[in-house]
């Protein structure tokens, strides 16, 4: 933050230009009035607030904007966009820059990723999420102790938490659904490292 | 024909994506062209001097100039060949500027167009002939449409000038929005003192007439002589005997009337005089709450009426009005603020706009200028002001910025802290705009010395917290974090948009509006009070947002413009209009069905019907030639042989 | 001027002054960049506009034509655009059965506001008119002959009139003679099967009145010059018609014409019975029948059926009996409801936009300008002063190209636009056959469809489409310039 | 009224924290003949994971479910699941781009149906065959004198042209089945607002604040119960429920049930066909005031 920013030589006009082609948002017509930020629910969570980055979007400062948490602490809850007086999809401004980041392999909130990677997991396994499934995979991948330990034994007594995997069942269809939905995400993966991006 | 053609380089304006010398080469191959030249500023004193020098050196009868668009200067040209002894209507213009030079970047591409724009506009010259105005008598009596304060300050400026005024106002009473404030920026001087003397001036001027409570039903004719149809709406009250007592206000039951003076702030009764200065002071019954009116049953204000003035079988009426010009001033309104569903889209008592707020700040107001909230009638200590609430706001709309709402929400929140001085004013705002005489200063002061926080951020969201109080969710961008403010009461700075019914109206003065309803003055820099349509004037905000100095400037500028245009006994009609070809004519009058002025007419002429134009009648728009399968009735100056001459000169195979 | 070749194409745009003229300057002064091959001629309203203007430019070589005015509504001139639109409109039906792709064609409404709607437009349009690529010339059309297939069903039986009441009409006419200055019906022609027109005078002359199907001129056109006249004319329904229209007009006056009428059973097609007949030395007899006429020509007897020789637009006639008349004997035979596509124009529908250019460039090169069309036309009443003779106003050059032509004919035709009764003695009286009819029934079809099914010749106190409007048009929409 | 049948999506959560929702939807259906035939085979939308991570990979994952209704014939969809909701129909507007269309056909086992079915809400479906009055009249024992407020949460109204939910800030279909159940509904000015349950896991801190904000209006309102149709935001608000108090220092005993349970107990269902008992906080003084309020009325 404390630091002088040359604009001149990181200015890179071909980022906002990608940004504005991938997001179908004209950014140019933002006039920086905050709004989107003061209605942000997760604006406490970020580093660069929402309007910050889409003034850095602007401006064509790549490594700043992409850098930041707050791509990854979007709630996608599209407040800012229902609000902004520019008709700005702002929502989807962020959803580009976060798909652009991790193309790039720039993952500054590992845990969220980490979190939807152990989702689609079992998506992938099961056809269907499986809360503690996903759970394990979580805490197996961001090393920590499942932090909503305190609800355990509430969840598990309501049965709010499926012990067992609920899968596509295998009568349902005539080819096993599970398999087809990892067959989807097995094509997915492939084509992005064909396409040399982070899958 | 020998003609000239100058192709005007308008500095770099048009030589930057024009090579004008080569235009003027090339239009030197069009026929009857004798002369060529390429003018750096054409419009400018060498410029026109060098036309005339042109038109007497090689004895040109005609002039072609390619320049701007000929709805700025044809007029200017039009002199210049006329100094120089042609007739003014042998003359043409090309437009190579806005449709050529402006609008692309292609040299070599804009070259041919402007050499080709000249040529059509050599083949159309070479087949105009001279015209000669008529000139017809004016009625010297103007039309003033709304009595707000740029209404009134024309109206007083030319009834002045010894010209009679008909001021048509569709309120009970005359003031328009500056009535309904408390105080004005940045002085702070009571607009009700300031305004009210002019009303008064207004009422007793020998040379006004006042309809007030009455609407333009429809206007025909054109400068000089429109002819009026004023529908005086029905007030249920005969205003001859009225007296403005007040004696029925006070007696009427109806006391839960919607005040629309009040914008809503309080009741008032059904019979109402919309506030003490009213002018005229007069008595009107709002028919849908009065309770004689929708039920039958009541009468009261007809008991108590010392003068009998109460006349329930009152109808609307229409009146002529001959006049001469008409000045439009018809203001504006708030638009609707409800459509922002996230301020509460108006469920919330407590979040009201800047108008309303004048009306509690005001003595005359509902709360007998005491600061209170609609909800509990409780003092706000802390009041939240939103800037730009349907301003500067494409997504409801209204993309442009009202002009004036930044200063008077300096002045609330100034008064604000005057009325209650342990309050605190907060504003959300975009941008400050204060560029007026002593405006800046004023923003200043209402910062450093009524100790009033400016944020500089948008609001998201107002909601109730459910203990009395509202929280406004904003953001503080210098400060790049979201703000939230507990607040008493929440002033919603709401845009402006034209009037109700100003494009209808523009309707019927056929003059032009733009999208938002606001009409279009003639050009936007030159000709600011003026319209397309001769004879009408524009002042005030129904042009575009201004403020109170500028809607007085602007009055009074459109005054100037009816006196300048009355001071000519007689005005000459434009002679490019249409003329029957007697023997052509079959008399099947087709021409007199479609014309949209009643500008023909049906003659006897050695036995058979003929076909006849009235030529001060006559605006020139061609639809009867367009009509007229037998060719009789052609337009002068566009006549069937110039267009098709122009179109021939682009389209030969 | 030659457009730039490779760059442009030729577009030319008729503005009004007060909106559509200020608009595009409000383009330029806020620099919004357009392509250049867009033309402008500005007009005072849009109403000034003759939809000729655009036929012109659109056969002498424009590549798209582009008309702009006020918002409906907001004319300058109160109501000149609400004429224009339905003019316009109708125009654009018309262009394709010359062969041109309306889509060259457009017509919008931009204020002197709206720089940037101007912009969009032009920009759409002309990229609209690049991609349609450079428009097909008149010209360089390879002549193409086709012949419209007149085997058609007809909506009412179709006779010769053998029961219809001539011996009452005629005593009607001898009776009401002496107030009248002539009365115009058909006589024998040349032999038994040909009329000519007959003016009767004296009360001898009624006798010489015929009535049967070989009744095919059109007697009205012969009214106008009997202007101030007391006269008299027998009708077929369809003559009825242009009677009717001549009244809306101001023509002729109602007090003046007296109209005698019989119900009409069709009449015969008598360039194909000529063609049939071919060359002979003489009629040996004429018989009629209910259904048809049986000619000896030199002693070869041949036959005509009216359900196969009658005039095309007997098939699809809804008129047997005449829509006004003073006096009216006989009754007509019913008519199913129903529509009957005229040949002529159902010929010119099965073509593609190509082949119908190629086939007026056939037609036209047979024309021989001896406006024999127009002089059969009752509804032409220029006569002196027709431009086709005059030049002025210039509209045609002297030249003698088919393309001339064929704008003498879309002049023809978009003059009667809304007026035209569909006679069809402008084809008939052709003495080299080209089916110009269908020029005029496209655009009364096109009429019909815009406004409510109107079809001129039915009612003397009508107020004709083109010469009204409405503010909201319920069959004409905006278009979308997005 | 006769029974009319849509094929049904339930969403993963209804065979796992949201089971309740999903007996209580299918209790109130049955009661009021909606038939909803559940997709053979169906698999999860992918939700908020899928959509972060590549926009053609949540598309597959939705497309597969509305190609398997399409190949049933069937032409809406309805779903509980407003997430799931937001999901599908993003997927199926997308797909009328030729070139989305094609890449997302790549990731499929065959390509996806030309025209694919549209998907609706439960609620909408709901109300689509039943207006206020027609409700009310099948209600049995009316919910008197409580005092209701409706949260929407942020993915059932917005975007505002794809959900088609009325004014995005101020859904009121909620409100209206409520009050046609005899509830007072109080308008809830923080309906629309999101309660961060997306990242209920990763990001704990933001969804307790979040949350702990809506409960505490909700709470001052003098609320009996903040109804929810969501149920990311059910157990965001219910389970969570501590999580949060204990962030804004306080303690909440709001209960938050769903639409389909209140419905269902308004239409005379019973309560164990509801699914009353995985409410964290419980419904009992809840039902107590209700009967109170039958009796008293």
Known sequence: MNKVTDISSLRDPAFTAAVQADSGQDVTTCYQCGNCTAGCPASFAYDRQVSQIMRGVQLGLKDEVLNTRSIWMCLSCSTCSLRCPNNIDVAAVMETLRHMARKEGRVTVPKVEKFWFSFLDTVRVFGRTYEIGTMALYMLRSLRIFTDLDLAPEALKKRKLGLIPHAIPRQDVPDDGARAVGRIMQRYRQRALREGVRP | MRIGVFICHCGSNIGGTVDCARVAELSRAFPDVVYADDPMYTCAEPGQAAIEAAIHEHRLDGVVVASCTPRMHEPTFRRTVERAGLNRYMFEMANIREHVSWIGKDKEANTNKAAELVLMAVEKLRRNTPLTPKSFDITKKVLIIGGGVAGIQAALDCADGGVPVVLVEREATIGGKMAKLDKTFPTVDCSACILGPKMVDVAQHPNITLYAYAEVEDISGYVGNFSVKIRKKAAYVDWSKCTGCGACTEKCPARKTPDAFNELTGPTTAINIAFPQAIPKKAVINAAHCRQLSKGKCGVCAKVCPTGAIRYDMEDEIVTEEVGSIVAATGYDLMDWTVYSEYGGGKYPDVITSLQYERLLSASGPTGGHILRPSDGREPKSVVFIQCVGSRDKSVGRPYCSGFCCMYTAKQAVLTKDHIPDSQSWVFYMDIRAPGKMYDEFTRRAVEEYGTEYIRGRVSAIYPDGKGQYVVMGVDTLLGQPVEIKADLVVLAVGIEASKGASQLAEKLRISYDQYGFFMESHVKLKPVETNTAGVFLAGVCQGAKDIPASVAQGSAAAAKVLALFARDKLESDPQIAQVDMRRCVNCGKCIRCCPFGAIKEVEMRGEGKAQVIETVCQGCGLCTATCPQGAIQLSHATDNQILAEVNALCQC | ?482 | MSVVSFAYYPGCSAKGSSADYERSTRTVCGLLDICLEELPGWNCCGSTPAHAVDTELSAALCVRNLDIAAQCGAKTVLTPCPSCLSNLRHAGRRMATPEFRARVNELLDAPAAETLPEVTSVMQGIARQYDKAALTARVKKPLTGLRLGAYYGCLMSRPADLMDFGDPENPTLMEEMLTACGAEVVDFPLKTSCCGASFGIPERPMTARNSAKILDLAVNMGLDALVVACPLCQMNLDLRQKQAAKSAGTTFDLPVPYFTQLLGLALGAPTDQLGLDKLCVSLDGLLKKAEGGQQCG
């Not at chain 3, 409801?337 to 086939?359: I, N, Y």
Request: hydrophobic share 40%; with cysteine.
């Open chain 3, 1 to 482: 001027m030659p457009v730039l070749e490779g760059k442009e194409l030729r577009i030319v745009g008729f503005l009004c002054n007060w909106c559509s003229y200020g608009g595009a300057d409000t383009a330029g002064v806020a620099r919004a960049g357009q392509p250049t091959d867009l033309r402008i001629i500005r007009v005072p309203c849009s109403g000034r506009i003759d939809p000729l203007f655009i036929v012109k430019a659109l056969l002498g070589g424009a590549d798209g034509v582009l008309v702009s005015g006020c918002h409906p509504r907001d004319c300058h001139y109160a109501a000149g655009n609400f004429y224009a639109r339905r003019r316009l409109e109708v125009l654009k039906q018309f262009l394709p059965v010359l062969g041109i792709d309306e889509r060259r064609f457009e017509y919008t409404w931009v204020s002197a506001s709206e720089g940037q709607r101007w912009q969009q437009v032009v920009t759409v349009f002309t990229e609209r008119i690049h991609q349609l690529g450079r428009a097909p010339r008149f010209d360089d059309a390879e002549p193409l002959l086709k012949l419209a297939d007149m085997a058609l069903t007809s909506l009412r039986p179709l006779g010769t009139g053998q029961t219809a009441a001539l011996d009452e009409l005629k005593d009607a006419i001898r009776a009401k003679l002496p107030e009248l200055d002539c009365v115009i019906g058909w006589q024998q022609g040349y032999d038994a099967a040909h009329t000519v027109p007959l003016f009767i005078r004296k009360p001898e002359d009624v006798d010489k009145l015929v009535w049967g199907p070989f009744n095919v001129n059109n007697p009205a056109v012969y009214l106008p010059s009997f202007k101030g006249k007391k006269v008299g004319i027998v009708v077929k329904g369809c003559d009825s018609r242009s009677v009717v229209e001549l009244l809306q007009e101001n023509l002729i006056r109602r007090e003046d014409v007296t109209i005698f009428a019989l119900p009409c059973e069709g009449t015969l097609d008598m360039a194909r019975v000529n063609e049939k007949l071919g060359r002979y030395q003489r009629i040996d007899s004429v018989s009629l029948d209910e259904a048809g006429a049986t000619i000896v020509a030199d002693g070869t007897e041949h036959r005509f059926c009216m359900t196969e020789y009658a005039q095309g637009k007997c098939y699809g006639c809804t008129t047997p009996a005449a829509v006004l008349a003073d006096t009216r004997l006989g009754t007509p035979t019913p008519v199913q409801p129903g529509t009957v596509v005229p040949p002529e124009l159902a010929l010119l529908d099965s073509m593609s936009l190509e082949e119908r250019m190629a086939f007026w460039r056939g037609q036209m090169e047979r024309c021989l300008r001896c406006y024999a069309c127009r002089n059969a036309c009752p509804m032409c009443v220029c006569r002196d002063f027709c431009i086709s003779d005059s030049r002025n106003p210039h509209w045609m050059s002297q030249e003698d190209s088919p393309r001339e032509k064929l704008f003498f004919q879309t002049i023809h035709a978009m003059h009667l636009a809304g007026r035209c009764t569909g006679c069809g003695e402008c084809q008939r009286a052709c003495p080299v056959g080209i089916p110009i009819l269908a020029l005029r029934q496209q655009i009364a079809r096109a009429v019909a469809q815009l406004f409510d099914g109107y079809r001129p010749g039915l009612d003397p106190a009508a107020v004709p489409p083109l010469l009204g409007y409405e503010v909201e048009e319920k069959n004409i929409h905006e278009r979308d310039w997005k």
